[in-house]
């Protein structure tokens, strides 16, 4: 697997807590939209195991940088991530995963919980920007609006991609200060049901933290949907 030492070249919140970084683009890098790099620090943080993480890309192949999207929580490799200048080196290895699309005919149903949006992004980009006849869904679940990443690009998507369609859910509005006139609740079986009515035979793609991931699974086998048929990847660490 090859490794590279790449500079920091940006950084922009995406949502309350989440920050985007832009990172050069090694010569010659080429990836799949849906793959990982693993980013380590070049001058980690003392604690064990605060050395590197593993990230999906949101960038896709055609851009001219790579770009990787977190949840900024209190850890001692996020911390030290969140405080490196600009022009700061890390040593990025990859691309690594198989989480791409398998099959670029059958329509797509992407399930994303939070920050399991990011390799759809790559994913959706790519697609709009080829004029991919495939047709591609997205159900998005967030607690609220303000920690959605990438909302406002994903409805410009929709307008650009007529095969693109996104259904966004917020579950915990209450505690929003934004309003929102889109679907509220869980992504269940009903509306997992009423979204995909007529795409023949989708592929399901499942993102988010282990607990959500396994319970998409459950929701979609339980709707008849085979294994064969369902493809997820699990953000551990949330
Ligand atoms: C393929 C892949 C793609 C990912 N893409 C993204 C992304 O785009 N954005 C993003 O924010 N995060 C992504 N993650 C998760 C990311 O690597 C971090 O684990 C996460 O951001 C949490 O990091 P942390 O520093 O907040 O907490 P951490 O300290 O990393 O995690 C806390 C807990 O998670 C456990 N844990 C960490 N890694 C593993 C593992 N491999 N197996 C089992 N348990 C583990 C630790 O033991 C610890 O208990 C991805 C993970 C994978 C595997």
């Known amino acids: 697997m090859a490794s590279y030492q790449v500079k920091l070249v940006g950084r922009e919140e995406l ?5 985007a970084f832009r990172l050069e683009k090694p010569a010659g890098f080429q990836f799949k939209p849906g793959q990982s790099i693993v980013l380590e620090l070049l001058d980690p943080p003392p604690e064990d195991g605060q050395k590197r993480r593993t990230f999906s890309l949101v960038s896709a192949p055609f851009e001219e940088t790579l770009v990787i999207a977190t949840r900024m929580r209190d850890t001692a490799f996020k911390r030290a991530l969140k405080a490196l200048p600009g022009g700061a080196g890390l040593k990025l ?9 398998t099959d670029a005919v059958r329509p797509a149903v992407f399930i994303a919980g939070g920050i399991g949006i990011t390799p759809f992004m790559s994913m959706l980009r790519q697609a709009a920007r080829d004029h991919a006849p495939q047709d591609l869904l997205l159900l998005y679940s967030n607690r609220r609006p303000e ?24 579950t915990e509005m209450s505690k929003s200060a934004h309003t929102w006139s889109g679907q509220t609740g869980f992504i269940d079986a009903a509306l997992i049901s009423r979204a995909t009515r007529g795409l023949k035979t989708p592929v399901y793609y499942v993102v988010g933290p282990p607990a959500m991931v396994i319970k998409m699974q459950e929701t979609l086998r339980g709707a008849g949907v085979s294994d064969e048929d369902i493809r997820s990847e699990e953000f551990y660490g949330y």
């Open 93 to 101: 290895t990859g691309p690594i995963g198989q989480f791409t699309l």
């Open 15 to 19: 949502a309350e807590g989440t920050l």
């Open 147 to 170: 920690d959605a990443a990438f909302l406002k690009e994903l409805q410009e998507l929709e307008a650009q991609n007529r095969n693109f369609r996104l259904l966004a859910t917020m």
